[in-house]
Every structure is written in structure tokens, then in C-alpha cells.
């Protein structure tokens, strides 16, 4: 009968585990409900692992169009950065889209150096790409704020999904449209 019990608690613990494994891709974002991992992929920095990211996107997702629709853009780091130095590397790459205004660009910069922490491996800042508003973001799941702009919104995400942008081989990967990682 033991042999039977034991037979019996293993071939459910398999199952559960299988289940859960098999419902893994239907998982959400906290942020965005009804959401689905659509790529994900590793940013490395003359071989330095800087962080992983992940693009959470909705079913109706349309990849031609990636910075005009709701997302969560979710970068886990992978090794410590102070809070100042992501923003300022982000306005960096924000700019190589266009030009963007000095005032306008002080202002983006002092709203990300506000929202972004100094990180330590592990930590994750998610981005929320509120079409038409801007974008909402969060550290560890907790709120940080937003700054309510679209076109803030569409060069910030734009740095990962843009078809300019200086990572080519991660926006792919983020698209879902192959695997794999970027760096330089």
C-alpha cells in the first residue's frame, strides 16, 4: 500500500509540475493583464552581461507597429548601475532617433533620473507603454511614476524596439521573431 501512496503522490506532484510548465506562456504581467511574454533576450556590453529583457505584449500585438501599442518592457539587471547613469544613457539613445529639443531633453532627463533607482543585480524596472499617454514605470513591482507624454513614450521604447535602433539583434529577439541575445 506505501509503494501505491508514494506511486500515487509522485505521479500528481509530476502532473501539477507538468501543468504548470505547459500554463507557463499563459502568465501576465502584473501591469498588463491578459499580457504574454512576446520575446525576450540578454543586452551585453563588450561581453558583460548588463540585463535581461522581456517585451510583455497583448494578444492583438502587431510587430510592424511595436511603440503605438499597449506593453510592458521589463529589464531585469544583471549587475549593479546607479539610477543617473541609466537615464542619461537613455536619453543618450533616445536622441540617436532624432533630434529632440534641449529643454525637452532636460526635462525627460530630470523625469527619468526622478523614476529610475540606482539598481542591483536582480532588480527590474518595468516600463508600461501607455498609448497616446506615455509610459508608466515600476522597480520590483513597486510603482516609481510616469511621465505622460507620447513621444517620450515612443523614443523611450523605441531605444529596444525602434527598426534603428543600436541593438538590431535584441529587437528581434524582443519581437519574438527569433531567440537570442545582443551585445557588443
Not at 47 to 75: C, I, K, N
Not at 104 to 123: C, S, T, Y
Not at 151 to 178: H, K, N, S, Y
Amino acid at each position: 500500500m506505501w509503494c501505491s501512496t508514494r506511486w500515487r503522490a509522485e505521479a500528481a506532484l509530476v502532473l501539477a509540475l507538468a501543468s504548470l510548465l505547459a500554463g507557463n506562456a499563459a502568465w501576465a504581467h502584473p501591469q498588463l493583464p491578459g499580457s504574454r511574454l512576446q520575446g525576450e533576450a540578454t543586452l551585453r556590453y563588450f561581453g558583460l552581461r548588463v540585463y535581461h529583457a522581456r517585451l510583455w505584449t497583448l494578444p492583438d500585438f502587431r510587430v510592424s507597429q511595436p511603440v503605438e501599442q499597449a506593453m510592458v518592457l521589463e529589464l531585469e539587471y544583471l549587475r549593479d548601475l546607479p539610477g543617473p547613469a541609466i537615464a542619461e544613457r537613455s536619453l543618450q539613445e533616445m536622441q540617436r532617433a532624432g533630434s529632440i529639443p534641449e529643454a525637452q531633453a532636460r526635462r525627460w532627463l530630470a523625469e527619468m533620473q526622478r523614476i529610475f533607482p540606482d539598481v542591483k543585480a536582480g532588480d527590474r524596472i518595468s516600463g508600461q507603454l501607455l498609448p497616446g499617454q506615455g509610459a508608466r514605470f515600476s522597480h520590483n513591482g513597486r510603482p516609481r511614476g510616469q511621465v505622460d507624454d507620447p513621444d517620450f513614450a515612443r523614443l523611450f521604447f523605441g531605444i529596444w524596439l525602434a527598426p534603428g535602433t543600436a541593438e538590431p539583434g535584441m529587437r528581434v529577439a524582443l519581437l519574438g521573431l527569433a531567440t537570442g541575445s545582443s551585445g557588443r
